[in-house]
């Protein structure tokens, strides 16, 4: 049997979470991912407040394991306005962090959006509900209620968005709004169309290579606190992995990785694989991913995306999907036990299925489809490590 194993873990997003934390246990997790989500975006965590925390995840027999995430500030993206300050409070949360003993911690660089979905309640076959990104209905989005233009978009593909606007409810063209725009599970920021357009405008000159220099400039400043500190940084892929709203991607493919590594060159500089995300564009080999970047993956989200023809995608069940669970497992497996390391791993997103169709649930996050998708790819990894 192979000695090292999946650290098994379970985003969870705090007291007002309706997936507690001994709910969390009875899914048969051991550590929790989480992040003080009431500290507003850019100041600094107090370690009195991560150690409140953390003892409340103490009590109900998990550890805190991993902070996803902490939070970049849009003026670090952008370096602009108070930038060097917010950098240094991101400085000072990484060394309170790591005063509690929780040394993993996961960011993303998305401007503006976190991640982005189309549809909160796509209806599968079973009559459970997944999360869908419908090309067709960003478009429209983009064109007819942003009134962008639609730069790079085709005559047909117009067409359709606006057929495909056209058929939409009042009621549905506020929902699609909102599932945009309204910031899902672990976004920090929310946006309605007037805010949002303003802060479209501000990307105008920056484009993918000024904001990969921002992120490299960020890296510099934080990764040397990281080592001190014996963390790690795991940056979390774009959700899509391909550009929205004219908005620069810096992290969707093998290769943009593989730049960031090669400008900040330290171990701690790593990545948080996440299957779904990188899944969602067709020529990312995730195989090769794992292969070549091994050593900086320090964190792990497990989830399938089913590609459809016109880029469309939606979630899949865990070792469904057009990428295959088991050869990412396998790699995973191997790759443990070479360097002999455990890697956190957690159930990305879930089905709504069962009692949960009942609930209001975080979109992605409900109890019962990530408790499905946990004992799926356990009893996967159990296989392939005996
Ligand atoms: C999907 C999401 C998230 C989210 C993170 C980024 O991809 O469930 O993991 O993008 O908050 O750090």
Redesign the pocket.
């Known amino acids: 049997m192979c000695q090292y194993k999946f650290k098994q873990s379970w985003?969870w997003f705090g007291p007002d979470d309706v997936v507690s934390l001994s709910d969390v246990r009875q899914a048969g997790a051991t550590n929790v991912v989480h992040a003080l989500h009431h500290i507003p975006n850019g100041e600094v965590w107090p370690v009195e407040e991560i150690k409140e925390r953390q003892k409340l995840i103490d009590q109900a027999g998990l550890h805190w394991l991993v902070v996803?995430?902490v939070p970049v500030h849009e003026n670090i993206k952008l370096r602009k306005g108070n930038y060097k300050q917010l950098i240094k409070n991101y400085q000072e949360t990484i060394r309170n962090l790591a005063a509690a003993g929780i040394h993993n911690i996961?960011?993303?660089f998305?401007p503006v959006l976190?991640?982005t979905r189309t549809d909160l309640s796509y209806q599968l076959p079973h009559r459970g509900k997944a999360l869908r990104f419908h090309l067709v209905a960003y478009h429209a989005f983009l064109l007819y209620e942003l009134e962008l233009p639609g730069t790079g978009l085709t005559e047909d593909q117009k067409t359709v968005a606006l057929r495909f606007y056209e058929q939409l409810d009042e009621a549905s063209k506020t929902e699609l709004t909102n599932t945009i725009l309204a910031g899902?599970?672990?976004?920090e920021e929310r946006w309605d169309i007037d805010s949002f357009r303003k802060k479209l405008w501000e990307y105008e000159n920056t484009g993918p290579d000024e904001l990969r220099a921002n992120l490299i400039a960020f890296l510099k400043e934080i990764v040397p606190v990281v080592e001190d500190c014996g963390s790690t940084l795991s940056l979390?892929?774009d959700?899509p992995p391909f550009a929205l709203f004219n908005l620069p991607r810096v992290a969707s493919t093998l290769e943009d990785y593989q730049k960031l590594i090669e400008a900040v060159p330290s171990p701690v500089n790593g990545m948080?694989f996440?299957s779904?995300?990188l899944g969602a564009r067709k020529d990312n080999d995730l195989e090769a991913i794992i292969r070549l970047l091994g050593k900086h993956i320090h964190f792990v989200?497990l989830r399938s995306v089913q590609l459809e023809d016109d880029g469309s995608f939606y979630e899949a069940n865990h070792l469904e999907g057009s990428n295959s669970m088991y050869h990412l497992v396998k790699l995973f497996v191997e790759l443990m036990q070479k360097h002999q390391i455990s890697i956190p791993m957690r159930p990305?997103?879930g089905h709504q299925l069962l009692d949960d169709l009942k609930k209001k649930t975080n979109p992605?996050?409900s109890g019962i489809g990530r408790l499905k998708g946990l004992a799926e790819l356990r009893g996967l990894e159990y296989g392939l490590s005996h």
Not at 184 to 187: A, D, F, T, V
């Open positions: 985003r996803e995430s996961t960011y993303n998305m976190d991640w899902l599970p672990g976004s979390h892929p959700d948080c996440c779904g995300s989200h990305d997103h992605g996050y």
